[in-house]
């Protein structure tokens, strides 16, 4: 892991970048930076100040190991037998609003809810680090860092 952690030539924050918005690694599908995209993971405009590499690193490796505050996943099972996996991101009209991973916001009657547990599964998808090259996933943490 030691290159992936390692300051890598110019560039690697540029290549990072387009991974991050491919549909390779689909980061840009459920993590913002500032006002843009969607809110189904926590906002990384300032990731780079706030996580060390290793912690990056972590985060990308196992995504379930544990969750940003406000962003924990949950399943919610309907009286009709139906689970949904995602985020809890609201409640209107009656209805408990959760956010998949398809980046979809499922509204569920509260008075169709069987039950909703913690989940302990992110709707992150595990294997990101199998998807890409070592040189892929260092140029992913250079942007990552970058955020500032």
Same mark, same amino acid.
Do not use: W
């Given at each position: 892991l030691?290159?992936?952690?390692e /300051? $890598?030539p &110019?560039?690697?924050?540029? $290549? ?11 980061c840009a599908t459920c993590? $913002?930076?500032?006002?843009? %995209? /969607? ?6 405009s300032? *990731?780079?100040?706030a %996580?060390?590499? *290793?912690?990056? &690193?972590e985060? !990308? &490796? ?13 399943i919610i099972?309907?009286? @009709?037998n139906?689970?949904?996996?995602g985020v !809890?991101?609201g409640?209107k009209?009656?209805a !408990? ?10 509204? !569920?009657?509260? /008075?169709? *809810?069987a039950?909703?547990?913690a ?15 070592p040189q892929?996933?260092a @140029? &992913?943490?250079?942007y990552? %860092?970058?955020?500032?």
């Amino acid at each position: 892991l030691r290159p992936i952690l390692e /300051n $890598r030539p &110019l560039g690697a924050q540029t $290549r990072g970048a387009a991974l991050f918005e491919s549909a390779q690694t689909a980061c840009a599908t459920c993590h $913002r930076r500032g006002e843009s %995209r /969607n809110p189904l993971g926590p906002d990384l405009s300032t *990731i780079g100040a706030a %996580r060390q590499p *290793i912690d990056l &690193l972590e985060s !990308i &490796l196992f995504p379930s190991a544990s969750f940003a505050r406000g962003y924990e996943p949950y399943i919610i099972e309907t009286d @009709d037998n139906e689970q949904h996996a995602g985020v !809890i991101v609201g409640e209107k009209d009656g209805a !408990i609003q959760l956010a998949t991973a398809a980046g979809k916001v499922v509204s !569920i009657p509260a /008075n169709d *809810i069987a039950s909703i547990q913690a989940s302990r599964v992110s709707i992150m998808p595990a294997g990101l680090d199998k998807a890409l090259s070592p040189q892929e996933l260092a @140029d &992913l943490i250079a942007y990552l %860092r970058s955020l500032k």
